[in-house]
Protein backbone atom coordinates (compact mmCIF):
# COMPACT_ATOMS: atom_id res chain seq x y z
CA UNK A 1 0.00 0.00 0.00
CA UNK A 2 1.88 2.83 -1.21
CA UNK A 3 0.94 6.08 0.50
CA UNK A 4 2.89 8.28 -1.07
CA UNK A 5 2.86 8.16 -4.84
CA UNK A 6 5.29 9.47 -7.50
CA UNK A 7 3.54 8.13 -10.77
CA UNK A 8 6.29 9.88 -13.28
CA UNK A 9 9.32 8.39 -12.96
CA UNK A 10 11.16 10.64 -15.22
CA UNK A 11 10.81 14.18 -16.92
CA UNK A 12 13.00 15.85 -19.12
CA UNK A 13 12.90 19.46 -19.51
CA UNK A 14 15.02 22.33 -21.67
CA UNK A 15 17.38 24.56 -19.45
CA UNK A 16 15.10 27.73 -19.02
CA UNK A 17 11.40 26.15 -18.95
CA UNK A 18 9.66 25.22 -16.05
CA UNK A 19 10.03 21.54 -14.43
CA UNK A 20 6.69 20.12 -12.72
CA UNK A 21 7.29 17.17 -10.61
CA UNK A 22 3.63 15.45 -8.93
CA UNK A 23 3.31 13.99 -6.00
CA UNK A 24 -0.13 12.28 -4.95
CA UNK A 25 -0.71 10.81 -1.17
CA UNK A 26 -3.48 9.12 0.11
CA UNK A 27 -3.38 9.02 3.74
CA UNK A 28 -5.25 12.29 5.06
CA UNK A 29 -3.64 12.29 8.49
CA UNK A 30 -0.43 13.43 6.74
CA UNK A 31 -0.05 17.39 7.50
CA UNK A 32 3.56 17.98 6.38
CA UNK A 33 5.22 17.16 3.51
CA UNK A 34 8.59 17.48 1.86
CA UNK A 35 10.96 17.34 -1.25
CA UNK A 36 14.49 15.68 -1.28
CA UNK A 37 16.79 16.07 -3.96
CA UNK A 38 19.24 13.48 -4.61
CA UNK A 39 22.44 13.09 -6.50
CA UNK A 40 24.16 9.42 -7.60
CA UNK A 41 25.84 8.34 -5.23
CA UNK A 42 25.34 11.14 -2.26
CA UNK A 43 22.53 10.98 0.39
CA UNK A 44 19.26 12.63 -0.33
CA UNK A 45 19.37 16.50 0.71
CA UNK A 46 15.92 18.50 1.76
CA UNK A 47 15.26 21.08 -0.82
CA UNK A 48 11.85 22.48 0.47
CA UNK A 49 8.75 21.72 2.51
CA UNK A 50 5.29 22.94 3.02
CA UNK A 51 2.62 22.65 5.91
CA UNK A 52 -0.68 21.56 5.65
CA UNK A 53 -1.78 24.88 6.70
CA UNK A 54 -0.45 26.20 3.82
CA UNK A 55 -1.20 26.09 -0.23
CA UNK A 56 2.07 27.51 -1.36
CA UNK A 57 5.63 27.81 -0.17
CA UNK A 58 8.22 29.40 -2.12
CA UNK A 59 12.20 29.59 -2.08
CA UNK A 60 14.06 31.45 -4.99
CA UNK A 61 13.33 29.23 -8.02
CA UNK A 62 11.25 26.09 -5.96
CA UNK A 63 7.79 26.81 -5.23
CA UNK A 64 5.58 23.70 -3.64
CA UNK A 65 1.94 23.56 -4.30
CA UNK A 66 -0.53 21.60 -2.00
CA UNK A 67 -3.86 20.72 -2.65
CA UNK A 68 -5.40 19.01 0.21
CA UNK A 69 -8.82 18.07 -1.54
CA UNK A 70 -6.80 16.24 -3.95
CA UNK A 71 -4.46 14.99 -1.87
CA UNK A 72 -2.01 16.32 -4.39
CA UNK A 73 1.64 18.01 -4.48
CA UNK A 74 3.63 19.42 -6.88
CA UNK A 75 7.19 20.88 -7.01
CA UNK A 76 7.91 23.48 -9.72
CA UNK A 77 11.50 24.82 -10.88
CA UNK A 78 11.31 28.29 -12.52
CA UNK A 79 13.73 28.61 -14.54
CA UNK A 80 15.29 24.53 -14.77
CA UNK A 81 19.08 24.30 -14.57
CA UNK A 82 21.35 21.53 -15.76
CA UNK A 83 22.66 21.53 -12.15
CA UNK A 84 19.07 20.52 -11.28
CA UNK A 85 19.00 16.89 -12.76
CA UNK A 86 18.37 14.96 -9.53
CA UNK A 87 16.27 12.21 -8.87
CA UNK A 88 13.17 14.39 -6.76
CA UNK A 89 11.46 12.77 -3.98
CA UNK A 90 8.44 13.75 -2.14
CA UNK A 91 7.79 12.56 1.71
CA UNK A 92 4.66 13.08 3.86
CA UNK A 93 4.88 13.21 8.03
CA UNK A 94 2.18 12.92 10.75
CA UNK A 95 2.51 15.50 12.56
CA UNK A 96 1.51 16.08 16.15
CA UNK A 97 2.87 15.67 19.42
CA UNK A 98 3.08 12.18 19.71
CA UNK A 99 5.22 12.67 15.92
CA UNK A 100 7.74 10.60 15.80
CA UNK A 101 9.56 12.03 12.70
CA UNK A 102 8.77 9.40 10.58
CA UNK A 103 8.79 10.60 6.54
CA UNK A 104 7.13 7.97 3.91
CA UNK A 105 8.37 8.46 0.81
CA UNK A 106 7.38 8.20 -2.40
CA UNK A 107 9.48 6.27 -5.45
CA UNK A 108 11.01 9.24 -7.08
CA UNK A 109 11.33 11.31 -10.49
CA UNK A 110 14.24 11.38 -12.58
CA UNK A 111 14.60 15.07 -13.76
CA UNK A 112 16.63 15.78 -17.09
CA UNK A 113 17.55 19.37 -17.71
CA UNK A 114 18.96 19.53 -21.12
CA UNK A 115 21.35 22.41 -22.06
CA UNK B 1 30.75 19.09 11.60
CA UNK B 2 30.67 16.10 9.92
CA UNK B 3 26.75 15.16 9.83
CA UNK B 4 25.84 12.31 9.23
CA UNK B 5 28.16 9.63 8.61
CA UNK B 6 27.94 5.65 7.26
CA UNK B 7 30.54 3.11 6.55
CA UNK B 8 31.15 1.13 5.27
CA UNK B 9 30.98 2.72 1.85
CA UNK B 10 30.69 -0.73 0.16
CA UNK B 11 30.39 -4.27 0.68
CA UNK B 12 29.97 -7.69 -0.97
CA UNK B 13 28.55 -10.28 1.20
CA UNK B 14 28.19 -14.04 0.25
CA UNK B 15 24.19 -15.26 1.63
CA UNK B 16 24.14 -16.40 4.82
CA UNK B 17 27.12 -14.42 6.41
CA UNK B 18 26.14 -11.56 8.94
CA UNK B 19 27.42 -7.60 9.09
CA UNK B 20 26.79 -4.34 10.72
CA UNK B 21 26.27 -0.96 8.88
CA UNK B 22 27.83 1.55 11.18
CA UNK B 23 26.13 5.37 11.21
CA UNK B 24 27.18 8.35 13.44
CA UNK B 25 26.03 11.77 13.73
CA UNK B 26 27.15 14.83 15.22
CA UNK B 27 24.09 17.18 15.48
CA UNK B 28 22.84 16.48 18.57
CA UNK B 29 19.80 14.77 16.94
CA UNK B 30 17.62 12.94 18.97
CA UNK B 31 16.13 10.54 16.07
CA UNK B 32 17.47 8.43 13.94
CA UNK B 33 16.73 6.46 10.89
CA UNK B 34 17.71 3.48 8.47
CA UNK B 35 16.37 3.19 5.10
CA UNK B 36 16.74 1.24 2.26
CA UNK B 37 16.62 2.28 -1.65
CA UNK B 38 15.97 0.06 -4.38
CA UNK B 39 15.20 1.10 -7.89
CA UNK B 40 11.66 1.94 -8.28
CA UNK B 41 10.98 1.61 -4.40
CA UNK B 42 11.79 4.87 -3.45
CA UNK B 43 13.24 5.11 0.33
CA UNK B 44 11.60 2.25 2.49
CA UNK B 45 11.63 2.81 6.68
CA UNK B 46 13.90 -0.36 8.21
CA UNK B 47 13.94 1.13 11.94
CA UNK B 48 13.92 4.11 13.73
CA UNK B 49 14.76 5.60 17.01
CA UNK B 50 13.01 8.41 18.21
CA UNK B 51 15.22 9.06 20.84
CA UNK B 52 17.94 7.55 22.76
CA UNK B 53 17.12 3.78 24.77
CA UNK B 54 13.93 3.57 21.93
CA UNK B 55 14.19 1.21 18.36
CA UNK B 56 10.76 0.62 16.48
CA UNK B 57 10.15 -0.96 13.19
CA UNK B 58 9.69 0.86 10.32
CA UNK B 59 8.22 -0.67 7.06
CA UNK B 60 10.14 -3.47 6.32
CA UNK B 61 12.48 -4.48 9.43
CA UNK B 62 12.19 -8.38 8.48
CA UNK B 63 15.93 -10.05 8.44
CA UNK B 64 17.61 -6.48 10.20
CA UNK B 65 18.18 -6.01 13.71
CA UNK B 66 19.19 -2.41 15.35
CA UNK B 67 20.94 -0.77 18.03
CA UNK B 68 21.02 2.90 19.58
CA UNK B 69 24.50 2.86 20.96
CA UNK B 70 24.38 6.23 22.39
CA UNK B 71 22.43 9.38 21.02
CA UNK B 72 25.20 9.97 18.33
CA UNK B 73 25.15 6.45 17.02
CA UNK B 74 22.55 3.55 15.55
CA UNK B 75 23.93 0.72 14.05
CA UNK B 76 21.82 -1.57 11.63
CA UNK B 77 22.72 -5.54 11.51
CA UNK B 78 22.05 -8.09 8.83
CA UNK B 79 22.47 -11.16 10.95
CA UNK B 80 22.39 -13.79 7.43
CA UNK B 81 22.38 -11.84 4.86
CA UNK B 82 20.47 -12.93 1.41
CA UNK B 83 20.56 -11.90 -2.22
CA UNK B 84 17.12 -9.93 -1.57
CA UNK B 85 18.69 -7.45 0.93
CA UNK B 86 20.91 -5.69 -2.29
CA UNK B 87 20.68 -2.26 -2.05
CA UNK B 88 21.39 1.15 -0.97
CA UNK B 89 20.83 1.92 2.70
CA UNK B 90 20.95 5.21 4.15
CA UNK B 91 21.38 6.51 7.37
CA UNK B 92 19.09 9.81 8.38
CA UNK B 93 18.98 12.09 11.54
CA UNK B 94 16.27 14.69 12.98
CA UNK B 95 16.52 16.98 15.60
CA UNK B 96 13.48 19.53 15.01
CA UNK B 97 9.64 18.50 15.67
CA UNK B 98 8.47 21.58 13.48
CA UNK B 99 9.22 20.81 9.93
CA UNK B 100 10.69 17.16 10.29
CA UNK B 101 13.52 17.91 8.41
CA UNK B 102 15.83 14.64 8.32
CA UNK B 103 19.49 14.59 7.57
CA UNK B 104 21.01 11.98 5.36
CA UNK B 105 24.25 10.02 4.94
CA UNK B 106 26.07 9.31 2.01
CA UNK B 107 24.91 5.45 1.88
CA UNK B 108 26.46 2.17 2.06
CA UNK B 109 26.14 0.04 -1.13
CA UNK B 110 25.54 -3.37 -0.65
CA UNK B 111 25.82 -6.62 -2.50
CA UNK B 112 24.82 -9.91 -1.47
CA UNK B 113 25.80 -12.86 -3.96
Known amino acids: DQQVKQNSPSLSVQEGRISILNCDYTNSMFDYFLWYKKYPAEGPTFLISISSIKDKNEDGRFTVFLNKSAKHLSLHIVPSQPGDSAVYFC??????????????FGQGTTLQVKP | NAGVTQTPKFQVLKTGQSMTLQCAQD?????MYWYRQDPGMGLRLIYYSASEGTTDKGEVPNGYNVSRLNKREFSLRLESAAPSQTSVYFC????????????FGPGTRLTVT
Open chain 1, 91 to 104: AATEGGSGNTGKLI
Open chain 2, 27 to 31: MNHNS
Open chain 2, 92 to 103: ASSGDRVNYEQY
